[in-house]
């Protein structure tokens, strides 16, 4: 039953794949970028931290502020004729404010106030009739303020923009990393799916050969023309081919699980039948450097590092004073009609100037260089983690070149073998048949062969990883 039982799983592997349709690396890639949990989350996550990186040239961005204000005052007042009784007062105002990348900030404005008064009748006696009761107040307005000390040319604020966007952008190199690895793992699943199917066949084969020699040495036994041990040995060799291909048959459901992960799929079959080892070795080129690629690991390394420089000279600037200088104007117009207090106003006859300085000084110096101190400490880690980054990439690319040469040459050597294995079982099981060997030769020959052909096929995906992980690394490079 249990023969039977691997005979059948043998059988599905040749026949029963054929109607699920061939699936073709390329196409399962696509499943995988179409609907991989794996490549998505890490995709989103790459394009989101990418369009995060540029929130802080917000802070660079001008600001366009608008408000109006409407104030209807009919609190009781002293019983003064110059009170009013009533107060109703419209406000409007507009400015456009932006802080420049060296330093300056400016605004510009412009505003308005149209302002309607009640007064007693008594009041009328005193005031006069020249009085304003309604007008309009027109103020456009400019000012300036530039920092003369800390953050001098806008350093502390530049290093505050590129350490947030420096972090966003390590992060987002890190997730594109973890995104093309993904790719390199579903590519190992789709290979060792193929190869562990080509091992049943492979075993499936060796088994038939094994039970074609257990049953003729049965035959002889039973002439008498072999010893019963003989026909022990070609049944311990059947059921060690059982053996192997049933924990072949179990490395196989085991790896369906894998390769249905990559793709999104809950379910254990996998009907579609994949290409060959050798076919995908035939069609994956890749031009191979000599030097080193930008690997994306690599650039984010970078990148902190750079976030840790930056978060440095922000923290840095807090040891000086803050000094800053500033400047403002103010045009004004005031009369009972918009038109005239517009123009005054723009006409600059009764500016308002002020020039002024403001003077800050920090008293917990000490507090403030050591914490400066420690994140130059920070920036000196992230520096040397950078370097031995650095290192690990080339010692990597240089290690990956030469095994693909080293692969090439145990490839050719594993061919040679695999065609000498084979050509030596067929000539055994002739000799066999002439009876000039004994059958225990021809199982070990046979066995030989079955290793010659899986060993090559190990090499082959080890080729295909060391391409595949080529690709993986060379991303950096797009």
């Known amino acids: 039953m249990r023969f039977m039982t691997l005979l059948a799983a043998g059988f599905w592997l040749a026949t029963g794949l054929a109607f699920g349709g061939t699936l073709s690396l390329e196409d399962y890639l696509n499943q995988v970028r179409s609907q991989g949990p794996d490549y998505k989350s890490f995709q989103a996550s790459a394009e989101g931290l990418e369009k995060q990186s540029h929130q802080q040239d917000l802070l660079y961005a001008p600001q366009l502020n608008a408000s109006y204000n409407h ?17 109703l007062a419209d406000s409007f105002g507009v400015s456009l404010v932006d802080k420049l990348p060296f ?3 400016l605004s510009v404005g412009y505003a308005f106030n149209n302002i309607n008064l009640n007064f007693p009748a008594s ?5 006069g009739p020249n009085n304003l009761t309604s007008y309009y107040q027109v103020s456009p307005t400019a000012s300036i303020s530039i920092p003369l000390f800390k953050d001098f040319g806008g350093i502390q604020t530049n290093a505050g923009v590129k350490k947030v966007q420096y972090q966003l952008e390590s992060a987002e190199k890190g997730a594109a990393f973890q995104r093309e690895q993904s790719l ?7 290979w060792n799916l193929a190869l562990v199917r080509s091992e049943m066949e492979i075993r499936q084969d060796t088994l038939a050969r094994s039970q074609k020699i257990w049953e003729w040495t049965k035959r002889r036994v039973a002439r008498n ?11 311990a060799s059947v059921r ?9 048959v179990e490395r196989e459901r085991s790896s369906r699980f894998q390769f249905n992960r990559f793709r999104s799929i809950e379910k254990e079959d996998v009907p579609e039948q994949l290409g060959s080892l050798e076919d995908s070795l035939s069609a994956l080129k890749v031009a191979i450097p000599d030097a080193p690629p930008a690997r994306l690991d690599l650039t984010s390394a970078q990148l902190t590092a750079k976030q840790q420089q930056a978060a440095y000279d922000e923290a840095s600037q807090n040891i000086f004073p803050d000094i800053t200088a500033f400047a403002s104007w103010r045009g004004n117009g005031l009369d009972p009609n918009f038109s005239p207090a517009n123009d005054m106003a723009l006409q600059n006859n009764r500016p308002t100037y002020n020039l002024g300085a403001q003077f800050n000084l920090p008293l917990d110096v000490f507090t403030a260089s050591r914490v400066s101190e420690g994140y130059k400490k920070n920036y000196e880690s992230a520096q040397m983690a950078f370097r031995n980054k650095e290192i690990q990439v080339n010692q990597d690319w240089k290690d990956l070149a030469e ?24 000539q055994e099981r002739k000799r066999l048949e002439l009876g000039r060997t004994t059958q225990f030769q021809l199982l070990s020959f046979e066995n030989d062969y079955a290793l010659a052909r899986l060993n090559r096929l190990s090499l082959v995906l080890e080729k295909l990883s060391a391409l595949a992980q080529a690709q993986w690394w060379l991303a950096g490079e797009k």
């Open 71 to 87: 104030l209807d005052d009919q609190q009781p007042q002293a019983n003064n004729p110059f009170y009013s009784t009533h107060t």
């Open 103 to 105: 330093g300056p900030s």
């Open 123 to 127: 009041a009328a006696f005193f005031l």
């Open 184 to 190: 390199f793992n579903a590519k190992m699943a789709y």
């Open 225 to 235: 023309l072999a010893d019963p041990p003989d026909a022990l040995q070609a049944e």
């Open 240 to 248: 060690v081919a059982e053996l192997d291909l049933q924990m072949a």
């Open 403 to 426: 095994h693909l040469q080293d692969i090439d040459k145990r490839l050719v050597m594993a061919a040679q073998i695999e065609e000498i294995q084979k050509n030596k079982a067929n």
